[in-house]
């Protein structure tokens, strides 16, 4: 890869996926709409579309209050590492042939290790603030995050079986005669499951439960600190989204009348669809209810989906 | 690489010394990931990239993570800083630095007498660190899950359903 090509990539990399992320806000509130039997944001722009302009605006010119009980340095910092772990999670992931930044060889594993540095922004940002309901929705997002993360990375585990290989790329190439969908699709849901847990997406938002916990770890956060959460957030869909198109449903391969970047796109999508449609159509669990589900049925699930994978694997 | 080598090390020098030294507990804690990582990122410099990954994951991403969540749960406010001033005061680094000068001393001694740099680094593929972790030494791998089996079995024993016992008032039941 020439150097050229290789900043290309970097920059297009990074502006798509911030501008996704601001898209988002009005995808979100547009289809969250529609599910709902409305329209949605109509006045700026054309659909509405300039309300993330609007949006972006009004989060940059809030006050940007740091409460004087707050740990100062720590309250700043928090926001910022959601953002860097979810942006470097997206150098592993091929969009398309030769068009990925960072063709590791450990990919499946630095994905996991970036994850679960995402958790400390939730903990951080949540002991920073010294309020009782932030520290609630921090000690709820760690212990969620960290149960969630064991076996996401258990069920990642058939894939990596089945393609014999860490790296993503190859993982995508593996996919060539068949999606995993098909044998991985214990492992795909288990998946999903805990990359919704991950990004504390509804249903299973329980670190900022706005019913209970005011607004849970980022009670106290305003302005921009509180819009890199946001972001981090979405970004956060959108990397979950790719990484299950990329290890289950073959990443950029399709027929060929489209380029490769465009089917990845394109299925990134459906799943970013599933999430906001999960956001309207879900009830939130009970904090214990969550972690028994976890700990109780997913967990041995993985294994067994793991063990049988191996076992077939083997005998194959 | 030798530069990326030397910055790494400064950082992970410089932080773990930050994590002694410093009075409030999160702070420290914060400084100890940095350090992790720093040392992960060493791993990556030298050909080991699934050992870096699994620090970051293992030791930085769940261990520290449990730790914070426990000092979490503990509350420690100002006053505990405060309380750690207190008992920290520079007569307790003495013995330490001690035994630290004489450690120094020794690792430089050895440095200087066999001087040569570090050849032949070769990557370890994730392949190979599985191969040898069931191969050779399959036995300290079994020797570690039953580790991890006791603490499983000790667990469940701690936190398993208690019989509900119910005030003497309670036990009869409403007629």
Redesign the interface.
Known sequence: MSAGHYWLVIGGVLFVILNTAAGLIWLERRMLALWQDRYGPNRAGPFGLFIVLADTIKLFFKEDWIPPFA?KV?FVFAPAVVVASVLLSFTIIPFAPNVVVAD???GV??F??MS??G??SI??G??ASNNKYA?LG??RG??Q??SY?VFM?LSLMGVVIMSGS?NLSEIVAAQKNGWFILPQCVGFFIFLIAGIAETHRLPFDIPEAESELVAGFHSEYSGMKFGMFFIGEYMGITLISSMVVTLYFGGWLGPAFLPPVIWFVLKTFVFIMLFILLRASMPRPRYDQLMEYGWKILFPLSLVNLLITAAIKLLI | MGVFFYITAAIAVFSTAMVVTRFNIMHALLYLIVSLLSVAVIFYLYGAPYMASLEIIVYAGAIMVLIIFFVMMLNLGPESTRLEKQWLKPGMWMVPALFCVILLGELVYLIAQNHTPVTGIKEVPPKAVGRSLFGPYILAVELSAMLLMAGIVGAYHLGRQQPKTLHRFLQSKPS
């Open positions: 740990d720590v590791f060889n450990v594993l630095f996991l290790a679960s540095m958790v400390y903990v951080l949540g002991w520290l921090a000690m760690a212990s995050m960290i993360e990375g860490f």
